[in-house]
């Protein structure tokens, strides 16, 4: 933190807020990646019946991470479209 151009107490402030909110925020898309990547996984390697509930659960971590501004509730929306698709096209 030796290199900040901030030159007020309230900058210096918002630079280590942001910091904390990034770290925070890694995190969660991380997690978010993770979930959605098993849910795939399932999919790709067994009968759409087992995906069922690796699915609801990267779909519930999209949900909660859009609602909390980590990602775009559109970027959500889409990726949840898409594995829902991988998975009907799994079962039919």
Not at 6 to 25: E, F, H, P, Y
Not at 28 to 47: D, F, G, L, M, W
Not at 50 to 58: D, I, L, N, S
Request: hydrophobic letters at 40%.
């Amino acid at each position: 933190m030796s290199e900040q151009l901030a030159n007020t107490k309230s900058a210096l402030k918002m630079i280590r807020v942001a910091a904390r909110r990034r770290q925070r925020n890694r995190s969660v898309r991380s997690a978010v990646k993770t979930y959605v990547s098993k849910a795939e996984r399932v999919i790709a390697a067994s009968a759409a019946a087992e995906g069922q509930e690796p699915v609801a659960r990267a779909v519930k971590a999209l949900d909660k991470a859009a609602e909390k501004g980590i990602i775009h509730k559109n970027n959500a929306a889409r990726r949840k479209s898409r594995l829902m698709k991988k998975l009907n096209q799994a079962a039919g």
